[in-house]
């Protein structure tokens, strides 16, 4: 008689958050391969979703991970709208957010709110933007997911250049964690050294369509590369 091995999946609902508003909390799942993450999706922070875990083993951790592996299928259920992920190995993070977090998200929720732009609006989201860098460092893509951490980086564009220069090396250490989109460094750096008459390193500044003046232009597809951004597509003609 032959002794079958095959291990029958194991099915894990993870969490249901769809009665749970007063429990805020960051969702992430990321996949791996060879033990190092290739993908990753942040939800969005204050909304409602439903993730499932279908693996031939999986493991409630500490800290609200769940770790998978084997025949990994994850189905998250969000606004309507279902994902699949699959792979070998996928962990899924829940954190939920203390009182200083979620007052955070909030703030960042608000800079991208509609409504009439002026002088003292920009002020109040810096000095929003300020306490949050204080208290938690720059909120990128772990911290904020993508839609918030972009609000929190069109504040910063918004920003007079020596408040800018001021806030920049949070955002570097962010970058330099893979925790920041390397187009919106090269586009700050870029910001602060036209807003200061200087050359531009990157080539994301125009004006009448054409870069602004761009140091060492021979090495400028290299600085580039170096954060995520394709080549110039056309000579800047300086």
């Given at each position: 008689?032959?002794?079958?091995?095959?291990?029958?999946?194991?099915?894990?609902?993870?969490?249901?958050?769809?009665?749970?508003?007063?429990?805020?909390?960051?969702?992430?799942?990321?996949?791996?391969?060879?033990?190092?993450?290739?993908?990753?999706?942040?939800?969005?922070?204050?909304?409602?979703?439903?993730?499932?875990?279908?693996?031939?083993?999986?493991?409630?951790?500490?800290?609200?991970?769940?770790?998978?592996?084997?025949?990994?299928?994850?189905?998250?259920?969000?606004?309507?709208?279902?994902?699949?992920v699959v792979g070998d190995e996928v962990i899924v993070r829940r954190k939920v957010l203390d009182a200083r977090e979620l007052?955070?998200?909030?703030?960042?929720?608000?800079?991208?709110?509609?409504?009439?732009?002026?002088?003292?609006?920009?002020?109040?989201?810096?000095?929003?933007?300020?306490?949050?860098?204080?208290?938690?460092?720059?909120?990128?893509?772990?911290?904020?997911?993508?839609?918030?951490?972009?609000?929190?980086?069109?504040?910063?564009?918004?920003?007079?250049?020596?408040?800018?220069?001021?806030?920049?090396?949070?955002?570097?250490?962010?970058?330099?964690?893979?925790?920041?989109?390397?187009?919106?460094?090269?586009?700050?750096?870029?910001?602060?050294?036209?807003?200061?008459?200087?050359?531009?390193?990157?080539?994301?500044?125009?004006?009448?369509?054409?870069?602004?003046?761009?140091?060492?232009?021979?090495?400028?597809?290299?600085?580039?590369?170096?954060?995520?951004?394709?080549?110039?597509?056309?000579?800047?003609?300086?």
């Amino acid at each position: 008689m032959r002794i079958l091995d095959k291990i029958a999946p194991a099915v894990l609902a993870v969490a249901s958050w769809s009665a749970m508003a007063a429990e805020p909390s960051r969702i992430s799942v990321h996949t791996l391969a060879g033990g190092k993450e290739v993908a990753r999706i942040m939800l969005p922070i204050g909304q409602q979703h439903s993730v499932q875990v279908e693996a031939n083993q999986v493991e409630q951790e500490r800290g609200g991970i769940t770790h998978a592996r084997g025949n990994v299928r994850v189905t998250i259920r969000s606004g309507g709208a279902t994902t699949a992920v699959v792979g070998d190995e996928v962990i899924v993070r829940r954190k939920v957010l203390d009182a200083r977090e979620l007052a955070a998200i909030r703030a960042l929720e608000a800079m991208g709110a509609p409504g009439k732009r002026d002088a003292a609006r920009d002020r109040k989201e810096l000095a929003r933007l300020k306490t949050i860098i204080a208290a938690h460092g720059w909120p990128g893509l772990r911290f904020a997911g993508p839609e918030l951490a972009a609000n929190a980086f069109t504040v910063l564009m918004r920003t007079p250049p020596r408040e800018m220069e001021a806030l920049l090396p949070a955002l570097r250490e962010a970058q330099a964690q893979n925790d920041v989109p390397g187009a919106q460094l090269a586009q700050a750096e870029d910001r602060l050294l036209v807003a200061k008459g200087l050359p531009q390193r990157y080539g994301t500044q125009l004006a009448s369509g054409k870069p602004v003046i761009i140091e060492d232009e021979g090495a400028l597809d290299i600085r580039r590369k170096m954060l995520g951004l394709p080549a110039m597509p056309t000579s800047s003609g300086q």
